[in-house]
């Protein structure tokens, strides 16, 4: 289980499934629609998408023991490889006769060796950041960034810690998106819901949209928000900024325009009034019934040349009903902000024309082990990769100093490293020797 | 883009093109000393981008990120930084050959896109984007030294050639620091974009096709270190690996919003 070859195959599998998410139709990614057409168009391709699973690889049973595998190996890794990083980490020189083994394959000479040596040899070696100590009379050993291993379980610690976010995530979360008009309150609860949540009940909050909030420049709308408020307390939602209620999430996902109707009588007494949420040009018409179902309004996709007007301008912008009263013909009119149309015996005023936003709310625990996991896996891999473990001996043989070292990484830079501690030991050593001669 | 910026972006595109000819030219005809020239071309070359993404920036009011165009601009620029950088004391001949073509191929990509400013959007408008961005530069701006690097490996290292092998550990040594230093940039860049998302989106990971294939790319360049680090895998080996890693770099960044439909990333934005 904690064989580098079962982790490399697993890790080509996992890739072999992240190649099949992006290269086939997924459902999520087309939507419902284009996807159930797909699986109508051809008998094997329903069989690929819909039973083999390849249309939700994300979701598939195979990507999820491709995932729960992966993570199993790398949680033996860790216990298998704690010993020995627990070992490495030790200042714990090997001993001197493994000292000199390994000196007469790679070692480098240097000098003739004074009488204090091994004093020089440990000084030099601590002025280059090494932590050094003597090893019996004939070898100097010496460590530096000896810790740095322990980069290795942070780095592979953290991707328990985004899984389980991610699991906490995948069953907690729940979506759910409303259509709200400016000064109207909504309950959470009464959204339509996207996603439901596998553990745990959907939010409850009562708010209230107080204001749309459009920002333009130059023409274009670049910016949207809304300013809502309940019980929950009063937040500026803008796009990028959701507004946040404990563990939910409000965000703002677009806005339209909604006529504000009155229906009137024929003595000018108010029958009902409502405010719509329309479409703008390309989308589907809105009806609506009224006055006890009396009356059906149709309204059509409002003919606007820009998306989203500003406020001063949203007076002047026509809206195209069709009003049947009972089972009268149909009447069709269209009108501006204080315009009239007669329906039968009743009487449609255009009062007003507000926004509309749409309103994501999203529900989900686990987001915090997410980040903890994202922190740790940065941290482990400076740690591992920046700073690199590296061993450096001096020992004698034969009144001749010589050096050798090794590097977990960067061997060159650390042959770099070596050679110019071995030119600073030769003229340290060269000097003790002039020192003791005179 | 007015005549003179396009003026000045074109000799830009020459400058490189010219770093390029002289380093290949050097290596063909075994004249060292051109090396050194294409280097001093790309330098100049750089000075010229320098000030297009300044000019860009101040005419545009933000950093040039928004649009195809712009992120070639500037995302070609940080690659041609790090890959003279990693070069500055020569001692990696034909680097600049084998990176700056990526350089050339994303500004020319760009060029051929929308060039008109827009003003930065909603969806932009984020802290985030300014981490998500620079760190994603560095990642590929470092795996396109690393390819660079390896490029110039697989050149020098083949039969006929003498190189010594002093040349050939520093160009594997760049190969595994350009791909470390772009991996831990690749994190963060991974991680911004994730926490970003769900201020943007409400989901921190929604199998976008261009958040996976940057996953994918991401595992690919993890194996490589696994390779290296573990099994030892260096010289000719690690250099047809980082080579072809880039492929994945480039289709996250530059393909995946030219075939597929369905991504929510706005690097285009309408």
């Not at chain 1, 190996?73 to 020995?84: E, S, W």
């Not at chain 2, 002289?22 to 280097?39: C, L, M, S, T, Y």
């Amino acid at each position: 289980m904690t064989s580098l070859r079962l982790a490399a195959i697993l890790m080509a599998g996992f890739a072999l499934l992240l190649l099949l998410t992006v290269m086939v139709p997924q459902r999520r990614t087309i939507g419902d629609a284009e996807f159930l057409d797909l699986l109508d168009r051809n008998d094997t391709v329903a069989f690929a998408l819909e039973t083999l699973g390849l249309g939700s690889v994300a979701t598939s049973p195979p990507f999820f023991a491709v995932v729960a595998f992966l993570l199993l190996v790398l949680i033996c890794v860790i216990i298998d490889r704690f010993g020995v990083t627990l070992r490495r980490i030790r200042f714990r020189p090997p001993s001197e006769q493994t000292l000199l083994l390994r000196a007469e394959k790679a070692a480098t000479s240097i000098g003739q060796a004074p009488k204090n040596w091994s004093k020089s040899a440990k000084a030099v070696l601590e002025g280059f950041g090494f932590a050094a100590a003597p090893v019996g009379s004939q070898a100097v050993w010496a460590v530096k960034h000896r810790y740095a291993i322990l980069g290795f379980p942070v780095f592979h610690v953290s991707f328990l810690l985004i899984f389980a976010g991610g699991v906490q995530i995948y069953l907690t979360r729940s979506v759910a998106a409303v259509r709200v008009v400016e000064g109207q309150a909504f309950q959470t609860e009464q959204a339509f819901v996207v996603r439901q949540p596998l553990w745990g009940a959907l939010p409850k909050l009562s708010l209230f949209v107080e204001q749309v909030n459009v920002q333009h420049e130059e023409g274009e709308v670049v910016h949207l928000g809304a300013t809502i408020s309940g019980n929950a307390g009063r937040q500026e939602l803008w796009v990028n900024h959701p507004a946040r209620f404990a563990a939910t999430s409000i965000l703002v996902t677009g806005a339209g325009l909604s006529p504000e109707l009155w229906i009137q009588d024929k003595e000018g007494f108010t029958a009902d009034r409502v405010a719509i949420v329309v479409n703008a040009k390309g989308g589907d018409s809105t009806t609506i019934s009224l006055v006890d179902g009396i009356t059906e309004l149709t309204l059509a996709p409002l003919p606007l040349e820009k998306p989203l007007p500003s406020r001063d301008e949203l007076a002047g912008n026509p809206v195209s009903i069709v009003g049947r009263y009972a089972n009268a013909q149909p009447v069709a009119g269209i009108l501006k902000t204080g315009e009239r149309l007669p329906v039968g015996d009743l009487v449609v005023v255009l009062d007003d024309l507000r926004y509309w936003v749409a309103l994501r709310i999203v529900t989900e625990r686990g987001g915090g082990w997410l980040i903890a996991g994202f922190f740790l896996a940065v941290v482990g891999l400076i740690w591992r990769l920046v700073w690199f473990r590296r061993e450096v001996a001096v020992t004698v043989k034969d009144q001749t100093v010589e050096i050798w070292g090794r590097s977990e990484l960067y061997t060159h830079r650390f042959d770099v490293e070596l050679e110019a501690i071995a030119e600073v030991l030769r003229k340290e050593l060269a000097t003790a020797a002039e020192e003791k001669n005179s | 883009m007015t005549a003179l910026f396009a003026a000045f972006f074109w000799t830009t595109l020459v400058f490189y093109a010219l770093a390029v000819g002289a380093q290949v030219f050097g290596e063909v005809f075994d004249k060292p000393r051109w090396a050194g020239i294409g280097h001093i071309l790309a330098g100049i070359g750089l000075v010229v981008h320098t000030v297009l993404v300044g000019w860009r920036w101040a005419i545009s009011g933000h950093v040039p990120t928004i649009g195809n165009f712009e992120n070639a601009l500037f995302g070609a620029w940080f690659i041609v930084v790090m890959t003279l950088w990693a070069g500055r004391k020569r001692r990696y001949p034909l680097l600049a050959a084998g990176a700056l073509p990526f350089a050339l191929l994303i500004m020319g990509g760009g060029a051929m896109s929308d060039t008109a400013i827009r003003p930065m959007v909603a969806s932009l408008k984020s802290f985030w984007l300014y981490i998500h961005i620079f760190f994603a530069w560095l990642a590929y701006g470092a795996y396109t030294v690393a390819c660079g690097a390896g490029i110039a490996y697989l050149t020098k290292n083949r039969k006929k050639t003498d190189t010594p092998a002093e040349t050939l550990n520093r160009l594997d040594e760049l190969m595994f620091r350009s791909t470390v230093f772009g991996f831990i940039t690749d994190t963060v860049m991974i991680a911004a974009g994730s926490i970003w998302a769900k201020d943007l989106w409400g989901s921190y990971w929604s199998w976008d096709p261009v958040e996976t294939w940057s996953l994918l790319s991401w595992l690919v360049y993890g194996i490589a270190l696994h390779l290296r680090i573990t099994l030892g895998w260096r010289g000719r080996r690690l250099a047809w690996l980082v080579v072809l890693a880039i492929i994945g770099v480039l289709i996250s960044f530059w393909g995946v919003n030219l075939v597929m439909e369905g991504s929510s990333h706005v690097f285009n934005v309408g």
